[in-house]
T-cell receptor, first 116, second 111 residues
Framework: GAGVSQSPRYKVAKRGQDVALRCDPI?????LFWYQQALGQGPEFLTY????????KSGLPSDRFFAERPEGSVSTLKIQRTQQEDSAVYLC??????????????FGPGTRLTVL | GQQLNQSPQSMFIQEGEDVSMNCTSS?????WLWYKQDPGEGPVLLIA?????ELTSNGRLTAQFGITRKDSFLNISASIPSDVGIYFC???????????FGTGTSLTVIP
């Protein structure tokens, strides 16, 4: 597609429920990033993929968070046993260069997760 | 996680006025990006900067990569109502793949 797409756009989960958030990057982009954006804050890095390899997951807040990109295209961010503090907008971004420092990131519209 | 110092936090200006906002870091950055985010949407890239001292324009927007590589600023000239939104800077340090984002500047343009 023309841009990064994410689904669902909105997700309401009960505390303890598992959720899966999907990201479709721009076609051909090798790099994919997940961010968490709390209300009134800037995005905070969660994890980074280069093709199917997860090269950096230092931003994942706990082992309840898991991301995958098995074929180097679509990515899924999974959150197990959701907690209220997981409520945020989850943003996906993709980039065309191998080294993220020499290219820019294009963001999807985000998934707003609300945990009750 | 680390966030860049972005100022001002919010601005209320009259239509037609110029706007200036900046971002500072304690670390040296290799790349600076400026984004605009509308409510319910993801950030949209405005300007990308890759070299210290670089000055880049995009229409009424101008951004500069600071000489020290620890700061950047964004100017908007002759503001219009559709400039309303939250502006974020983002920087990539010397090492790693992680972009760090500023805390955002909320811009309100009064017609």
């Amino acid at each position: 597609g023309a841009g990064v797409s994410q689904s669902p756009r909105y997700k309401v989960a009960k505390r303890g429920q598992d959720v899966a958030l999907r990201c479709d990057p721009i076609s051909g982009h090798v790099s994919l990033f997940w961010y968490q954006q709390a209300l009134g804050q800037g995005p905070e890095f969660l994890t980074y993929f280069q093709n199917e390899a997860q090269l950096d997951k230092s931003g994942l807040p706990s082992d309840r968070f898991f991301a995958e990109r098995p074929e180097g295209s679509v990515s899924t961010l999974k959150i197990q046993r959701t907690q209220q503090e997981d409520s945020a907008v989850y943003l996906c971004a993709s980039s065309s260069r191998l080294e993220s420092g020499t290219d820019t990131q294009y963001f999807g519209p985000g998934t707003r997760l609300t945990v009750l | 996680g680390q966030q860049l110092n972005q100022s001002p936090q919010s601005m209320f200006i009259q239509e037609g006025e110029d706007v200036s906002m900046n971002c500072t870091s304690s670390s040296i950055f290799n790349t600076w990006l400026w984004y605009k985010q509308d409510p319910g949407e993801g950030p949209v890239l405005l300007i990308a900067l890759y070299k210290a001292g670089e000055l880049t324009s995009n229409g009424r927007l101008t951004a500069q990569f600071g000489i020290t590589r620890k700061d950047s600023f964004l100017n908007i000239s002759a503001s219009i109502p559709s400039d309303v939104g939250i502006y974020f800077c983002a920087g990539l340090p010397n090492t790693g793949n992680q972009f760090y984002f500023g805390t955002g500047t909320s811009l309100t343009v009064i017609p």
